[in-house]
T-cell receptor
Framework: DAGITQSPRYKITETGRQVTLMCHQT?????MFWYRQDLGHGLRLIYY???????DKGEVPDGYVVSRSKTENFPLTLESATRSQTSVYFC?????????????FGPGTRLTVL | AQSVTQLDSQVPVFEEAPVELRCNYS??????LFWYVQYPNQGLQLLLK??????LVKGINGFEAEFNKSQTSFHLRKPSVHISDTAEYFC???????????FGTGTRLTIIP
């Protein structure tokens, strides 16, 4: 299906474990973004990518790693999960042409770190 | 650095009444402005955006917003709300030449039957 998808939708893990959240978009958008949503903070940017193999830090990058080997995929890895990383994670993409100024969001992944 | 302030964390409104959700921003450069809506357990969906031109912007579901440069505001309005408008609303700003969005903390709109 066309659009932007995230997997898994729900994840429970333990402190210290490595977790990877997947994001896939079918629009060939050049830009992709990872946000976390926490009560009282709105959405905060973790990392973003302008194109394959180009990534940059956002507002809250500590404890996270990203890669982008293909335009359509932008996985987010928590190398050693901590309780403070319990959150809802949203992936977004933004393109060129008429959609240049808009970001399209995935459905989110709810992550709980015990 | 840019920032976005949504002073009202929760707004209860009776069905069919008008509503205004407030958004103020700060930035040292020209900006693009956005309102997103998040329905329960869903991702964010674009309601409307201001890029340039007319300061009154119309969006989906009967919402509109007005860009006021002198007051650095971008308030969202709807003349008559419905139960289906119950959601969280986020204001966001993006500087010219910068791909990153900065979001406000959100306003939860609750419609009272």
């Amino acid at each position: 299906d066309a659009g932007i998808t995230q997997s898994p939708r729900y994840k429970i893990t333990e402190t210290g474990r490595q977790v990877t959240l997947m994001c896939h978009q079918t629009w060939s958008h050049s830009y992709m973004f990872w946000y976390r949503q926490d009560l009282g903070h709105g959405l905060r940017l973790i990392y973003y990518s302008a194109a394959a193999d180009i990534t940059d830090k956002g507002e809250v990058p500590d404890g996270y790693v990203v890669s982008r080997s293909k335009t359509e995929n932008f996985p987010l890895t928590l190398e050693s999960a901590t309780r403070s990383q319990t959150s809802v994670y949203f992936c977004a993409s933004g393109g060129t042409g008429v959609t240049y100024n808009e970001q399209f969001f995935g459905p989110g992944t709810r992550l709980t770190v015990l | 650095a840019q920032s976005v302030t949504q002073l009202d964390s929760q707004v209860p409104v009776f069905e069919e009444a008008p509503v205004e959700l407030r958004c103020n921003y700060s930035s040292s450069v020209s900006v693009y402005l956005f309102w997103y809506v998040q329905y329960p357990n869903q991702g964010l969906q674009l309601l409307l955006k201001y890029l340039s031109g007319s300061t009154l912007v119309k969006g989906i579901n009967g919402f509109e917003a007005e860009f006021n440069k002198s007051q650095t505001s971008f308030h969202l309005r709807k003349p008559s709300v419905h139960i289906s408008d119950t959601a969280e609303y986020f204001c966001a700003v993006r500087d010219f030449g910068n791909e990153k969005l900065t979001f406000g903390t959100g306003t939860r709109l609750t419609i009272i039957p």
